[in-house]
């Protein structure tokens, strides 16, 4: 019993120990973040992206605005813990509301304002009540942070699947590409700043590692 779970441990240590230096990253950026040292960047790089990313375009990636709400992807994880049969899988609900507790806290203390109205460039007529609810600053990206928790699930289940090669090394590039899409929507659209999709990233993909310990 003690060996089988000394080995359940060793495996899932190196989750615990890539999770924990994300959640580090994660802080150590948002103090510089607060510090305003990112300033200038995320100024410079919105105007760069929505410069190269033709406005036709902006009614296709608002539906990354709708994928990744809080609703949309609660939902998704709810059916991969379905399909996965594992009692353990109801623990990730806990998880995914801790990771936005850390979000909210992030937004509500973390000084750091959303981009001015003319950046704005949601095209659709449609909100979820999600997008309603503004807890403070736009410091982390609530998007990113989903999207990268759920990618970083579907490759480690897509990894122990019994899917062939070539069909997981193609869910692999979709999965990437649908996070690079989300990133690169949120500056395009002007919902979010660069770092704010970075700090984001680094949050969802720490809380993602720290779940695979529980699957």
């Given at each position: 019993?003690?060996?089988s779970?000394a080995?359940?441990?060793?495996?899932r240590l190196?989750?615990f120990?890539?999770?924990?230096?994300l959640?580090?990253?994660f802080?150590?950026?948002?103090?510089?973040?607060?510090?305003?040292?990112?300033?200038?960047?995320?100024?410079?790089?919105?105007?760069?992206?929505?410069?190269q990313?033709?406005?036709?375009?902006?009614?296709?990636l608002?539906?990354f605005s709708?994928l990744?709400?809080f609703e949309?992807?609660?939902?998704?994880?709810?059916?991969?813990?379905?399909?996965r049969?594992?009692v353990?899988g109801?623990f990730?609900?806990?998880?995914f509301?801790?990771m936005h507790a850390?979000?909210?806290?992030?937004k509500?203390?973390?000084?750091?304002?959303a981009?001015?109205?003319?950046?704005?460039?949601?095209?659709?007529?449609?909100?979820f009540?999600?997008g309603?609810?503004?807890p403070?600053?736009?410091?982390p990206?609530g998007?990113?942070?989903?999207?990268?928790?759920?990618?970083?699930?579907?490759?480690?289940a897509?990894?122990?699947?019994?899917?062939?090669?070539?069909?997981?090394?193609f869910?692999?590039?979709?999965?990437?590409?649908?996070?690079?899409m989300?990133?690169?929507?949120r500056?395009?659209?002007?919902?979010?700043?660069t770092?704010d999709?970075?700090?984001?990233?680094l949050?969802?993909?720490?809380f993602a590692l720290?779940?695979?310990?529980?699957l």
């Amino acid at each position: 019993m003690l060996q089988s779970l000394a080995r359940a441990f060793k495996r899932r240590l190196p989750f615990f120990i890539i999770g924990g230096v994300l959640l580090i990253l994660f802080y150590a950026f948002s103090f510089l973040v607060s510090r305003d040292v990112f300033t200038r960047f995320d100024f410079d790089m919105t105007v760069r992206i929505q410069n190269q990313i033709p406005v036709r375009i902006d009614p296709y990636l608002s539906w990354f605005s709708l994928l990744g709400s809080f609703e949309v992807m609660l939902g998704i994880l709810l059916v991969l813990i379905a399909i996965r049969k594992k009692v353990q899988g109801i623990f990730l609900a806990g998880i995914f509301g801790l990771m936005h507790a850390v979000e909210i806290i992030g937004k509500a203390f973390l000084d750091h304002p959303a981009t001015p109205f003319m950046f704005h460039r949601y095209a659709l007529d449609f909100f979820f009540p999600s997008g309603y609810i503004q807890p403070g600053g736009s410091y982390p990206s609530g998007h990113s942070m989903r999207t990268a928790y759920l990618a970083v699930l579907f490759i480690f289940a897509i990894n122990n699947s019994k899917f062939p090669k070539k069909l997981k090394l193609f869910s692999y590039s979709a999965i990437l590409a649908i996070f690079v899409m989300m990133a690169i929507s949120r500056v395009s659209l002007g919902e979010h700043w660069t770092t704010d999709v970075i700090g984001g990233s680094l949050l969802g993909a720490a809380f993602a590692l720290f779940s695979l310990i529980l699957l």
